[in-house]
């Protein structure tokens, strides 16, 4: 169970160093739409999978704080938000009207709203509710720069998330044998990560067994697995609403001499690029170690994504470690190293981390097995 005390605490200061920065940027007010700003603020868990207008939006002001839900789940927010004021629709009045009338109730006019996660026709509701007595102004990143320095207490959630991941993939990795379908070991996972307190899957878990694995983002199907063949395998286990992410990638029976080529160059890039980790790094920087490495054995066009991602109450997150992205890493970040080398007709192989910016470096936060450099 979650201490309500200080839930109340630590959402209190967030929600005071918003209403801090809204006053710096001329807002009355700011419309949370997106769930992991909601929950950041507010403890509130709805799950990100319902249509948001039932799971609800804060409405923060300079002085205020609301909730505005469902009535089915008014008792929840009333439980997990015990900061908020929650106020319920329903009964003839539309989601978009209450909201409205908590605006024009207390006379804002400059209303920021999350401009990446309002449904169209939620924003159009607002509009016309509105009249012309509020201006709605898009916003973008506000939440999020707060989320991007985790908190002590964030640290050690994620901790606990990651360490589920490692138990998952370490009791499951033999079970890779020929024979085994993409499916089956996906459930194997799945099923442990709710036998250990995890409360959700973090995304949807990818198994994919030989050319499947050159699809960076495959879904597990029925193909059987094939001796000799790379099985890449994506997991993360969702707990207390934080995530963890990590990727192995394992050879079916004894190795080929493709695979064990591609593996140690992707893992050569994963661990040079995870020992330069450190504040000041620039999210381009370290993209471009793991890049220029693949690009000098000449498999630079197959390293099709970018080289990671925070992770927290979202998947993912800031801050983006990909070409153009000047911005630095922080101590207290968090976030994916996970390089890869995808190749149409063969497989790919992906190997992920995820490590923590500390004031003078990085630590390796995930701890499953990991195989070597082969010889
Ligand atoms: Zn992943
Ligand atoms: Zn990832």
């Known amino acids: 169970m979650v201490d309500l005390g200080e839930q109340k605490v ?16 001329n807002f009355d007010g700011l419309l949370v739409c997106y769930f992991a700003n909601r929950r950041y603020l507010s403890g509130y868990s709805a799950s ?9 939006f804060l409405l923060i002001t300079s002085q205020e704080a609301f909730l505005i839900t469902s009535p089915l ?3 929840q927010a009333q439980q997990e938000a015990p900061g908020f004021e929650v106020v319920t629709f329903g009964k ?17 006019k400059r209303v920021g709203f999350e401009a990446n996660a309002i449904i169209f026709d939620t924003y159009l509701g607002l509009v016309r509710a509105l009249e012309d007595k509020a201006e709605l102004v898009p916003c973008r990143g ?10 002590a207490e964030e640290i050690a959630t994620l901790r606990r998330a990651i360490s589920i991941n490692d138990q998952v993939f370490n009791e499951i990795e033999p079970l890779i044998e020929p024979g085994v379908t993409e499916k089956q070991l996906a459930w194997e996972i799945e099923r442990r990560m709710r036998d250990y307190q995890g409360e959700a899957l973090a995304f949807e878990t990818i198994v994919a067994g030989g050319p499947n694995g050159a699809k960076p983002h495959a879904t597990p199907g029925e193909r059987p697995f094939e001796p000799g063949e790379a099985v890449v395998i994506d997991m993360g286990t969702r707990y207390q609403g934080y995530n963890s992410d990590m990727t192995r990638t394992v050879c079916v029976g004894a190795p080929t ?16 690029t995870i020992e330069a980790i450190r504040p000041g790094l620039t999210g381009d920087e370290a993209d471009t170690i793991a890049r220029d490495l693949i690009t000098s054995y000449g498999y630079g066009e ?28 922080e101590p207290n970040m968090v976030h994916s190293i996970e390089p890869g080398i995808y190749l149409s007709g063969w497989g790919g192989v992906r190997i992920e981390d995820l490590v923590l910016v500390t004031t003078d470096g990085y630590e390796l936060l995930s701890a499953a097995n990991k195989r070597g450099f082969w010889s």
């Open 73 to 75: 789940y008014e008792e």
């Open 92 to 108: 003839g009045i539309s989601f978009a009207k209450r909201i409205a009338e908590l605006i024009v109730g207390r006379g804002l």
């Open 142 to 151: 506000l939440v999020e720069a707060f989320r991007l320095i985790k908190e």
């Open 10 to 25: 630590k959402t209190a200061g967030r929600v005071a160093a918003l209403q801090a920065k809204l006053r710096q940027e």
């Open 257 to 272: 001499p493709k695979f064990k080529e591609i593996y140690n160059i992707v893992l050569e890039a994963q661990l040079k």
């Open 302 to 329: 197959a390293f099709s994504h970018s080289l990671g991602h925070g992770i927290g109450l979202a998947v993912h997150e800031l801050p983006g470690l990909r070409k153009g992205n000047k911005e630095t890493l």
């Open 48 to 56: 990100d999978m319902l249509p948001h207008e039932t799971s609800g």
